[in-house]
C-alpha cells in the first residue's frame, strides 16, 4: 500500500533566521491516524501548514519529498495546491470561530466549497451540507444551514468545520489541535466522532496535538517532535510501552494521571526551556535539559531503529 | 478562613436592542466553608460560572446577593490594602496579566509599594527574596515580560501575588495556557509555596488530571451551584453525581489501546441564562428520571459530601 501523505527531510526556515522544521520525515497510510505531538514552537503546526503550502510569506521550504498521492507538493504550482486545498486535503484548525466568517450562514459556507471546486450549484451543495451536518451527528442540519457562526456552541462549530472539510470527499484531513477550545466533554464527542468517520471513510488523518490522552486514544503511529525534528517516531502502542527518547520519556511523566500519579506528590518535569535554534544548529537540542546528556550530544546524533517502525535520534542508542 | 454565605450573583443581558432582557445566573446560591491550608478545587465546563466564583471571593465583585467571609470580615467592610494583604489571584494568561512597559522588579514590587509600608531598600530585599522562592535569578528582576518564557510570567505573576504574604490565593487556570512541562514546573512550585508559606488555594481548573493531582476539597460546578463537593480522594474514588462521573470518565489518559469514552451528555448545552427547573443538570442526565424534572434535589451532606442529585442517595 502507497502512503496517501509522504514527507522526506522537509525544511523550513523564517526570515528571521528561526529553523522551525528540521529534517521532518512522516507518512501517513490511507485509513491511518499519524499524531505529531510536542510542545509550542517544536514545528508541529509548521509542518502541517507546509503540507498545505500555507506558511507566512517570507518562509523558506524545501524537501527531498512531499507527495501528497501522486502529486508531487514541491514542483506544483500555488495555484495547483490550492485546487486539492479543501478539496481532496482538508485541515480543520483549533479555533473555529476564526476559522469561519462570521458574515455568512453556515450553509453558504459550506456550499461554497462544492461550488468552488466542483462546480455544482448552491441548491446542490447545500443538500450536500445537510447530509454532512446530520453525519458529525448536528439535530436539525436544515435549521443550522441559515444560522450564522456566533450562534453555535464552540463544540457545534468543531463540528461544522469538520462537516466542512469533508465536502469533496478528502483523501487526507489534517486536524491541527481540534479539540484545544473545548471541554472536556466535548472534546470526547467530537473525538470519537472523527475516528467513527475515518472509519467509514478510510480517511488518512494528520492529528496535530500536545495532549498525550488524545495521541494514545487517536494514533497509530506517532511522531514526537522537539525543536523541529522528529526525535522519536513509533507505533502508538511501542511508544507508551517503551519510550525511548529522554524527552518523550520526560513528556509522560509530566502529565497528571488519575489513579496513577500519587496526589500531593511532585509530578516529573523537564528542566530549563527550549533553545532557539537557528540554521545550522548542530548537535542535540534536548541535550541542555537531559539527565544523560553527554559530550557526544555536541556532535552529529545518530537515527537509531529500534524496530522496523520504531526510531529515534539520541546519543543513547540502546536508550 | 473563607466562608461563603448563600451567594448569587447574577448579570443581566440583552442580545439585541429591542430583545427581552435575560438573567444569566452565574452563581446560584452557593454556601461553603474552606479550612485554613486546604486546596479547594473548583471544576466545571465553560460558563459554569467557576471564574464568576473566584472574582467574587477575591472581592473584585459584589455579589448581587449573600455574603463571603474572610477570616469571620465580610469581604464588603474591607477595603481594597486590607483586602489585597489578605488574598491574591494568579490569572490563566500571564500574557494579559502582567504590564508589558514594566520591569520585572516593579511588576512584583507594585503591591509592596501600594501599601506603602515599606522602605526602599526592604521592599526591593522583600521582591528579591520572592523571586528567589518562585525559582527566578536575580538576572531577570530587570526584564520586561516579553523577555520572559511562558512559564517564567507565570512565576513572576506568583511572585505578584506571594509578595504581600496573604493568606489565600486564587489561582484562576494557572496552567491552562502552558506547556505540560512548564505546566509540571508550575504545579510542583505552587505546592512547594503552600508547604512553605502556609497558604490556602481556590484553584479553579477544567483540567480534572490536574485537580486530582493538587486539590484537598473538590467542587464540581455546574450551572451556577456545586452539584457535588467533598474531600478530594473519596469524591474521586467514588463519585456519585452523574455529572461528575460523565467528567471524569471523559478524562483521556495516556494508555493507548483504550477507546475514547462515550460520555453519554447527549447534544443539549447548558446556557446560564435558561437554568432548567428542578435539577439542573436533568436534561443532560442519562438517568433522570420524572421527579428531577419537577423538584429541587437534596442538599443535605452525606459522609462529608454534598451531592445535588435524588439518585445518589
Same mark, same amino acid.
Not at chain 1, 151 to 173: F, H, K, N, T
Not at chain 2, 84 to 96: E, K, T
Not at chain 2, 216 to 231: D, I, K, Q, S, W
Given at each position: 500500500?502507497r502512503p496517501?501523505l +509522504?514527507i ?5 526556515? %523564517?526570515p528571521?533566521?528561526?529553523a ?6 512522516l ?20 509542518t502541517a501548514?507546509?503540507?498545505m503550502n500555507?506558511l507566512?510569506?517570507?518562509a523558506?521550504r524545501s ?5 501528497f498521492?501522486d502529486?508531487d507538493?514541491?514542483?506544483?504550482a ?6 486539492l486545498r479543501?478539496d ?8 473555529p ?7 455568512y ?7 461554497e ?5 466542483r ?5 446542490k ?6 447530509e ?11 435549521m ?13 462549530r468543531q463540528?461544522?468545520m469538520?462537516?466542512m472539510?469533508l465536502?469533496?470527499?478528502? +483523501?487526507l484531513?489534517i ?6 477550545a ?13 475516528k ?7 480517511l488518512?488523518l494528520?492529528l ?11 494514533a497509530?503511529r506517532v511522531?514526537v ?10 507505533d502508538?502502542?511501542a511508544? %507508551? ?16 494521571i488519575?489513579?496513577?500519579t500519587?496526589p500531593?506528590e511532585?509530578l ?8 532557539r535554534?537557528?540554521?545550522g544548529?548542530?548537535g542535540?537540542a %534536548?541535550r541542555d535539559?537531559c539527565a544523560?546528556?553527554a559530550?557526544?550530544?555536541k556532535? +552529529? ?5 529500534l524496530?522496523?517502525?520504531? +526510531? ?8 | 478562613?473563607i466562608?461563603?454565605?448563600?451567594v448569587f450573583?447574577?448579570?443581566?443581558s440583552?442580545?439585541?436592542l @429591542?430583545?427581552?432582557?435575560?438573567v444569566?445566573r ?8 474552606l479550612e485554613?491550608?486546604d486546596?479547594?478545587?473548583? $471544576?466545571?465546563e465553560?460558563g ?7 472574582r467574587?471571593i477575591?472581592g473584585l ?7 463571603v467571609?474572610i477570616e469571620?470580615q465580610?469581604l464588603i ?5 486590607? /483586602?489585597?494583604?489578605?488574598?491574591q489571584?494568579?490569572?490563566?494568561d ?25 522602605s526602599?531598600a526592604?521592599?526591593r530585599?522583600a521582591?528579591?527574596?520572592? =523571586?528567589?522562592? $518562585? ?6 528582576a530587570?526584564? @520586561?515580560?516579553?523577555? =520572559? ?6 512565576r513572576?505573576?506568583?511572585?505578584r501575588?506571594?509578595v504581600?504574604?496573604? /493568606? ?5 487556570e494557572p496552567t ?6 512548564v505546566?509540571?514546573?508550575? =504545579?510542583?512550585?505552587?505546592?512547594d509555596l503552600r508547604?512553605d508559606?502556609?497558604l490556602?488555594y481556590i *484553584?479553579?481548573?477544567h483540567?480534572l488530571a490536574?485537580?486530582?493531582h493538587?486539590?484537598?476539597?473538590v467542587a464540581v460546578?455546574y450551572l451556577?451551584? *456545586?452539584?457535588e463537593?467533598?474531600?478530594a ?6 463519585p456519585?453525581h452523574?455529572y ?8 483521556l489518559?495516556p494508555?493507548p489501546g483504550v ?9 443539549s448545552?447548558?446556557?446560564p ?5 428542578g435539577?439542573? @443538570? ?27 442529585? @435524588?439518585?445518589?442517595?
Amino acid at each position: 500500500m502507497r502512503p496517501v501523505l +509522504e514527507i522526506t527531510n522537509l525544511n523550513v526556515g %523564517f526570515p528571521d533566521g528561526t529553523a522551525a522544521v528540521r529534517g521532518v520525515s512522516l507518512q501517513v497510510m490511507p485509513g491511518e491516524t499519524h499524531c505529531v505531538v510536542g510542545e509550542s514552537g517544536c514545528g508541529k503546526s509548521v509542518t502541517a501548514l507546509s503540507v498545505m503550502n500555507l506558511l507566512p510569506r517570507g518562509a523558506r521550504r524545501s524537501a527531498d519529498v512531499m507527495r501528497f498521492h501522486d502529486h508531487d507538493l514541491t514542483r506544483m504550482a500555488d495555484r495547483h495546491i490550492a485546487r486539492l486545498r479543501g478539496d481532496k486535503m482538508a485541515m480543520i484548525f483549533q479555533e473555529p470561530m476564526t476559522s469561519l466568517n462570521p458574515a455568512y450562514t453556515i450553509g453558504s459556507q459550506m456550499a461554497e466549497v462544492l461550488e468552488r471546486h466542483r462546480h455544482v450549484s448552491r441548491a446542490k451543495g447545500l443538500d450536500r451540507a445537510a447530509e454532512l451536518l446530520g453525519k458529525v451527528g448536528i439535530t436539525a442540519p436544515g435549521m443550522r444551514l441559515g444560522q450564522y457562526p456566533h450562534q453555535l456552541s464552540g463544540g457545534l462549530r468543531q463540528r461544522v468545520m469538520i462537516a466542512m472539510a469533508l465536502m469533496c470527499d478528502p +483523501e487526507l484531513l489534517i486536524a491541527d489541535e481540534p479539540t484545544t477550545a473545548l471541554d472536556v466533554t466535548v472534546q470526547a464527542q467530537i473525538l470519537r466522532l472523527l475516528k467513527s468517520l475515518q472509519q467509514q471513510l478510510g480517511l488518512a488523518l494528520l492529528l496535530i496535538t500536545h495532549d498525550l490522552g488524545v495521541v494514545a486514544r487517536m494514533a497509530q503511529r506517532v511522531s514526537v517532535m522537539y525543536a523541529g525534528q522528529v526525535v522519536e517516531s513509533a507505533d502508538a502502542k511501542a511508544l %507508551f510501552a517503551a519510550p525511548a527518547h529522554p524527552y518523550t520519556r520526560g513528556l509522560l511523566d509530566c502529565v497528571p494521571i488519575p489513579g496513577k500519579t500519587a496526589p500531593g506528590e511532585p509530578l516529573g518535569s523537564i528542566p530549563g526551556v527550549v533553545p532557539r535554534i537557528g540554521e545550522g544548529y548542530v548537535g542535540c537540542a %534536548f541535550r541542555d535539559r537531559c539527565a544523560y546528556a553527554a559530550p557526544a550530544c555536541k556532535g +552529529e546524533i545518530p537515527r537509531n531503529r529500534l524496530s522496523p517502525d520504531h +526510531e529515534t535520534i539520541c546519543t543513547r542508542s540502546g536508550a | 478562613m473563607i466562608e461563603v454565605k448563600n451567594v448569587f450573583r447574577h448579570f443581566e443581558s440583552r442580545s439585541g436592542l @429591542f430583545s427581552e432582557r435575560r438573567v444569566v445566573r452565574a452563581v446560584d446560591g452557593l454556601s461553603f466553608s474552606l479550612e485554613s491550608g486546604d486546596v479547594l478545587g473548583i $471544576v466545571g465546563e465553560s460558563g459554569c460560572g467557576k471564574s464568576t466564583l473566584g472574582r467574587l471571593i477575591l472581592g473584585l465583585m459584589p455579589p448581587s446577593a449573600g455574603e463571603v467571609l474572610i477570616e469571620g470580615q465580610s469581604l464588603i467592610t474591607l477595603d481594597r490594602r486590607e /483586602r489585597a494583604r489578605l488574598i491574591q489571584p494568579v490569572f490563566q494568561d500571564p500574557f494579559s496579566s502582567l504590564n508589558p512597559r514594566q520591569r520585572v522588579r516593579e511588576i512584583v514590587g507594585l503591591p509592596l509599594a501600594a501599601q506603602g509600608a515599606l522602605s526602599a531598600a526592604k521592599q526591593r530585599d522583600a521582591v528579591m527574596d520572592m =523571586l528567589a522562592r $518562585v525559582g527566578l535569578s536575580d538576572a531577570m528582576a530587570d526584564r @520586561f515580560p516579553a523577555q =520572559l518564557s511562558g512559564g517564567q510570567r507565570q512565576r513572576v505573576a506568583i511572585a505578584r501575588a506571594l509578595v504581600l504574604r496573604p /493568606r489565600i490565593v486564587v489561582c484562576d487556570e494557572p496552567t491552562s495556557a502552558l506547556d505540560v512541562s512548564v505546566q509540571a514546573q508550575i =504545579l510542583n512550585l505552587l505546592a512547594d509555596l503552600r508547604k512553605d508559606l502556609g497558604l490556602t488555594y481556590i *484553584f479553579i481548573s477544567h483540567n480534572l488530571a490536574v485537580v486530582e493531582h493538587v486539590a484537598t476539597e473538590v467542587a464540581v460546578m455546574y450551572l451556577g451551584r *456545586f452539584v457535588e463537593h467533598g474531600p478530594a480522594a473519596p469524591l474521586f474514588a467514588t463519585p456519585r453525581h452523574p455529572y461528575t462521573r460523565a467528567l471524569l470518565a471523559s478524562v483521556l489518559t495516556p494508555e493507548p489501546g483504550v477507546p475514547i469514552p462515550d460520555v453519554g451528555l447527549g447534544e443539549s448545552y447548558p446556557d446560564p441564562s435558561n437554568v432548567p427547573a428542578g435539577c439542573r @443538570f436533568h436534561p443532560r442526565c442519562p438517568m433522570a428520571i420524572d421527579r428531577c424534572r419537577s423538584d429541587t434535589p437534596p442538599t443535605e451532606p452525606r459522609d462529608g459530601r454534598v451531592t445535588e442529585c @435524588f439518585l445518589a442517595a
